[in-house]
T-cell receptor
Framework: DGGITQSPKYLFRKEGQNVTLSCEQNLNHDAMYWYRQDPGQGLRLIYY???????QKGDIAEGYSVSREKKESFPLTVTSAQKNPTAFYLC?????????????FGPGTRLTVL | AQSVTQLDSQVPVFEEAPVELRCNYSSSVSVYLFWYVQYPNQGLQLLLK??????LVKGINGFEAEFNKSQTSFHLRKPSVHISDTAEYFCAVRTLGGGADGLTFGKGTHLIIQP
């Protein structure tokens, strides 16, 4: 079955550490996205990538970094520069061809800073 | 830039009663509209979408929504709710012809079904 996987499901980080969240999709989608979800805030876009080796900042990119070396993979690194990283992180993807326009979401990673 | 407003952060409803979750958007260009549902500690699942054509859109789990261009609204409705409908519901928009920057989401409405 095609879909998006995110790992780990739960992640704990000590202050000052960098951590990397994994996102993999086998939907052959071109574009991938990272969102951050906080209670009562909805989803906010961190980074997105429309094609391999290219990515763009979203609304809240500070303290985060990404890479897109393969079409299937779009890992997100939460750096020590991110002052309040505790949140639920969602990865999504969409096909750039056709007219479906539906974003598919992974199951999410909950990051907690200790 | 576009924006989405979900007018109610929480909606309590008795089981088997009807429900409407409100969504208004603003955009200077035409948009695609979506409703997603999120169960606790899970990702988002698409309920329904409006791309073009009929303004009444039917989705999964008995939900439907009506696109009203003059009122810039896309309210979600269900005639009879079930306990299993308890979840967070998100309205989202994406502009036509672009969308490289992803979806713009409302802040969500928590639907609480009371027995």
């Amino acid at each position: 079955d095609g879909g998006i996987t995110q790992s780990p499901k739960y992640l704990f980080r000590k202050e000052g550490q960098n951590v990397t969240l994994s996102c993999e999709q086998n939907l052959n989608h071109d574009a991938m996205y990272w969102y951050r979800q906080d209670p009562g805030q909805g989803l906010r876009l961190i980074y997105y990538s429309q094609i391999v080796n290219d990515f763009q900042k979203g609304d809240i990119a500070e303290g985060y970094s990404v890479s897109r070396e393969k079409k299937e993979s779009f890992p997100l690194t939460v750096t020590s520069a991110q002052k309040n990283p505790t949140a639920f992180y969602l990865c999504a993807s969409i096909s750039r061809s056709g007219s479906n326009n539906e974003q598919f979401f992974g199951p999410g990673t909950r990051l907690t800073v200790l | 830039a576009q924006s989405v407003t979900q007018l109610d952060s929480q909606v309590p409803v008795f089981e088997e009663a009807p429900v409407e979750l409100r969504c208004n958007y603003s955009s200077s260009v035409s948009v695609y509209l979506f409703w997603y549902v999120q169960y606790p500690n899970q990702g988002l699942q698409l309920l329904l979408k409006y791309l073009s054509g009929s303004t009444l859109v039917k989705g999964i789990n008995g939900f439907e929504a009506e696109f009203n261009k003059s009122q810039t609204s896309f309210h979600l409705r269900k005639p009879s709710v079930h306990i299993s409908d308890t979840a967070e519901y998100f309205c989202a928009v994406r502009t036509l012809g672009g969308g490289a920057d992803g979806l713009t989401f409302g802040k969500g409405t928590h639907l609480i079904i009371q027995p």
